[in-house]
Nanobody
Framework: QVQLVESGGGLAQAGGSLRLSCAAS????????MGWFRQAPGKERGFVAA????????DYADSVKGRFTISRDNAKNTVYLQMNSLSPGDTAVYYC??????????????????WGQGTQVTVSS
């Protein structure tokens, strides 16, 4: 099994920034994609951003493109989500996910094998 632990969530003001981290531990894979999803109250969990093993391929939801940046440090088994220009619409529980394999990341949450417990991000206006 792979354990994913998110950190860095909290309260931010509109226009502010937060950086989320997700550390992977346990069973190691040769290569795996990493992603971030979020779930707001009363809504389904949705795709935010993803990155492939090498970091050469990234994908973003239209709603965060240009404001959020996903990156990874494979030596530390950690993926990051830098969130800038936050708005109240970004308020949600943010989940980290891992998908074994060296391939382009998918936006489909059901195809991701491992999930973290989530971290709350609240943006006040």
């Amino acid at each position: 099994q792979v354990q994913l632990v998110e950190s860095g969530g909290g309260l931010a003001q509109a226009g502010g920034s937060l950086r989320l981290s997700c550390a992977a531990s346990g069973r190691t894979f040769n290569k795996y994609a990493m992603g971030w999803f979020r779930q707001a109250p009363g809504k389904e969990r949705g795709f935010v951003a993803a990155i492939n093993w090498s970091g050469g391929m990234t994908d973003y939801a239209d709603s965060v493109k240009g404001r959020f940046t996903i990156s990874r440090d494979n030596a530390k088994n950690t993926v990051y989500l830098q969130m800038n220009s936050l708005s109240p619409g970004d308020t949600a529980v943010y989940y980290c996910a891992a998908d074994p394999g060296d391939h382009a990341p998918t936006r489909l949450g059901v195809l991701w094998d491992y999930w973290g417990q989530g971290t709350q991000v609240t943006v006040s206006s």
